[in-house]
């Protein structure tokens, strides 16, 4: 059988179905996070964008996103590399990095409830409509710190 396409491909190589395939749904990449500069730590929290879909975990507008919501990062090829914010279970992180896909990434299991039973999908998200500002540090539910930069394949 031949290699996945995710291990002989370079993101830049693949097709859009294919770069689409490799989001595993978690959900990260749509939650507030905290930059904490003097220390270098981020905070993540459960507060996710007003347009996330917190029951089915995903972009309610995704084909629209962009335009909606003006500080979503739309993730490229050579963009995900300098994303230092980005989870490092995130694919397109990963394989950027010249790292594996993990056995519980939807794409070996076909199902993206292999992400939740990992415990990396964002849980218990709330929508930023109903979160006051001044209210934010009471959703930290994980503190990472910056990960440092590795050059990109
Ligand atoms: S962090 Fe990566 S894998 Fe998770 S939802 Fe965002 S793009 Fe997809
Ligand atoms: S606009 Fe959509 S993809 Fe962008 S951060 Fe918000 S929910 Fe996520």
Redesign the pocket.
Known sequence: MADPFWETKSLKDMTPAEWESL????????VVLLDETDTGRLYETNVACRLFDVRKRRCASYAKRSQIVKDCVT?KPGNIGSLDW??ET????RLARGERLPAWHPLFTGTRKSVEDAGVAVVNAVSERTVSPDDIWDYVVAVRPKPRKKKRR
């Open positions: 989001c595993d749904g978690c959900g990260k990449c749509c993730l980005m989870p995130c694919a397109y992180r």
